[in-house]
């Protein structure tokens, strides 16, 4: 977290000792804009080992140039002017090298509206016609957008961002280098595509992004999306993330290898799609295995599906309504169960367990431990 506030004082430190220094980037957006913002990034002619003696520093990214300081209970990163190196698979810089002018920093940014510099008298420094492009509401890149997605592919997705985020529209010629050069996307790195994926979908402006990647076709580029953007851009109610991608991944029929998930929300997503496929078959035994979340989940989907009615009210009756929503319910503990018998303990303790589970759970059996034990003693063969 950083204020504007904060960041004069930081910027008339450095100031102090003799160096350059501005707000730059999504800060001085929101500023004119006036919408809030998380995050102030400053930009100086100070090298971030010359950064390091005024302020308490921590070294996040200093390949980039980038340091972040910290101000009172304020974070912010402070990055040395610079501009690119030679770009590998249009991934990362290879080589950042620093400048003396920030104008060329200025123009190494992505965007005109990313590109506006403020100082600490919020005086606004505009070398790339960023303020101009702010009042038209528009995402434009910095100088021939081919070349700049050329540079770096994943901008194109940061242009659908900024739109989602903004609502502004993309300028044309950005628009058709974004249609012509899409494929390029291919060579990014998925993390990155997926971080700004994430925000674009956490947007207010989510349908207009999502009607921008159509047109352009870059929703065929990104790895089993295609049907279910189709799909969102159509609705009422724009999904949030997790009912987003599983819709996606539904009539995708899987979840694409490529996307970066971690393990949880990798197996969020697998369950959840392969539990749309049950339809109205929200019986006790799903209902119990899968819980009361993947099963409101699947619902949710199959009703933004027009698959099923809406079974909410239903799912949350019965899954409360369960006799048992978890084996620790059973009032029956497995040192129990092997005590009853002869035997040692074994697979046949899980066995017996589940075949109980499905017993109670159906109301053959009742969850009583009297009941219980009868039942191992007549199941279980010595
Ligand atoms: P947000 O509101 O999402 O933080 P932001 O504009 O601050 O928006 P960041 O991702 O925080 O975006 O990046 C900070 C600034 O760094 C941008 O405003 C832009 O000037 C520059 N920048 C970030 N990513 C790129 C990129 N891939 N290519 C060129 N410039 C970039
Ligand atoms: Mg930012």
Known sequence: ???????????????????????????????????????????????????????????????????????GDEQFEITTYRVDGTYIDNRHPDEVVFVESVEEDVKRRDFTINGILMTEKEEIIDYVNGQEDLNSKMIRTIGDPKERFTEDALRMMRAFYFQSKLGFQ????????????????????????????????????????LKSMITTGVHKVLPGLEKGIVYVEQMDEMPFVDAFFILCFTLNGSVPKEWPFSNKHRHRYETARQLTEKLEDFDPYTL???????????????????????LKQKIEYDYNHLPIQSDLDLKLRATEIIALTNKKAGAWVKQIQTEMVIEVLNQRLKNEKSALETYVKEHVIE
């Open 288 to 310: 119990y295995t899968y819980g009361l979340d993947l099963c409101l989940l699947a619902n949710r989907i199959n009703t933004m599906l027009k698959r099923t009615k809406n």
């Open 1 to 71: 977290m950083s204020t504007i506030r904060t960041a004069k004082k930081v910027i008339y430190e450095l100031k102090k000792q003799g160096f350059d220094a501005y707000i730059v980037g999504g800060a001085v957006r929101d500023h004119l804009l006036k919408q809030p913002t998380t995050d102030v990034d400053i930009t100086t002619n100070a090298k971030p080992h010359q950064v390091s003696k005024i302020f308490k520093t921590k070294p996040t990214g200093l390949k980039y140039g980038t340091v972040t300081a910290m101000y």
């Open 170 to 209: 993309i300028d044309k010629a950005t628009r058709d280098a974004i249609s012509e050069m899409k494929e390029n996307l291919k060579t990014v790195a998925m993390e990155r595509i997926l971080n700004e994926m994430i925000k674009l979908l956490q947007g207010s402006h989510v349908r207009k992004a």
